[in-house]
């Protein structure tokens, strides 16, 4: 149980951390996004302003549409993003169902 739960979180952290994406912050005309290269689908590229535009996108949230088109603006960031949250789904399944099954 504790295996599976590590290993699970390590691949959401993986994925939102250090998969290799996009920036995808807005750029300063409004309209496009950054396309340089970005470590994790959280972090933005090696612009500090991208940093934490795309950080305050996340935790702002203002418009849902745009959050969703600077996050994850390829199929690429959507799978990482996929991967992140099957990983979260299976570390609390690793802990949750041995306890109502009763083997924890």
Not at 49 to 59: P, T
Not at 65 to 72: E, I, P, R, T, Y
Request: glycine share 8%.
């Amino acid at each position: 149980m504790p295996l599976l739960a590590t290993l699970s979180l390590a691949v959401s952290a993986y994925a939102l951390f250090q998969v290799p994406v996009w920036c995808g912050a807005v750029n300063r005309d409004g309209r496009s996004y950054c396309r340089r290269n970005a470590s994790g689908i959280l972090l933005g590229c090696s612009l500090r302003q991208h940093r934490w535009q795309k950080m305050k996108m996340i935790v702002l949230r203002s418009k849902v549409g745009k959050l969703s088109q600077a996050v994850f603006p390829t199929a690429k960031e959507k799978f990482a993003a996929f991967l992140a949250v099957g990983g979260l789904a299976s570390a609390v399944a690793a802990v949750i169902v041995p306890l109502v099954v009763g083997e924890g």
